[in-house]
């Protein structure tokens, strides 16, 4: 690999994963990963544009932001790129009613939706909620409708809280989409136009910009794809076997985020 210099050289702007990367979650809310709080406020001192960018979908943006805040860091709701508010927005823009297959925490997001007699289904990490009854549901509302929509927000395999590792939306969007012989639209990584709205709103051009994340296909690849770089945290959800993806190689690979954040404040912007 090319020395750090040069692969973090015109970096303006930072996109931070939130879960795996920030703090691992768990029953208790969770806990901050060593050294995170103070590498974003450190990251937020510097000269460098900050943005959080997130597949969370078992809570609203306000709750999550309102646990981050507890767990010590310095954040604010208009610095999150979050799926169910991008979804809201989407369903009202093409008059779609959705069937929610989602968190009860998630579901005040769409409070300004109309649900009357739905022509989508909306799905997210629906946690305890992914019972056969739902799923069968859900499948339902799909089979009945001649153009069927769904829409689910993030498409992960899995992530780690506290507890250990947790089956993700992706497994159960996978069975929607074999059953009904679809194929979902995603809002959330690794869609393009998800990263696009998050680097809208850094005012920031994707070769100015670096995602970190632990996911190397959603986070990492995502990002590659739309023409940024990507450095992987060891921490969250990586597996030693990551650093070995068959496809996707990340410009570099970290410890956590205090070692990425003290690598770019070195060599970043340069």
Known sequence: MAAWGERLAGVR??????????YDGGEDGGSPIPGSVEAVARLKRSRLKVRFCTNESQKSRGNLVGLLRRLGFDISEGEVTAPAPAASLILKERGLRPHLLVHDGVRSEFDQNDMSNPNCVVIADAGEAFSYQNMNKAFQVLMELENPVLISLGKGRYYKETSGL????????????????????VVGKPSPEYFRSA??????????????????????????RCGMRALQVR????????????????DGYVDNLAQAVDLLLQHADK
Not at 209 to 221: C, L, Q, R, T
């Open 13 to 22: 702007g930072v996109l931070l994963d939130i879960s795996g990367v920030l």
């Open 235 to 250: 921490t969250g959800k990586f597996r030693p076997s990551d650093e070995r993806h068959p496809e996707v190689k990340a």
């Open 166 to 185: 947790m089956l993700d939306v992706g497994a159960y969007t996978k069975a929607l989409e074999y059953a009904c012989g679809i194929e979902a639209e």
């Open 199 to 224: 680097l809208k709103e850094m005012a920031v051009e994707a070769h100015e910009a670096v995602m970190i994340g632990d996911d190397i296909v959603g986070d990492v690849g995502g990002a590659q």
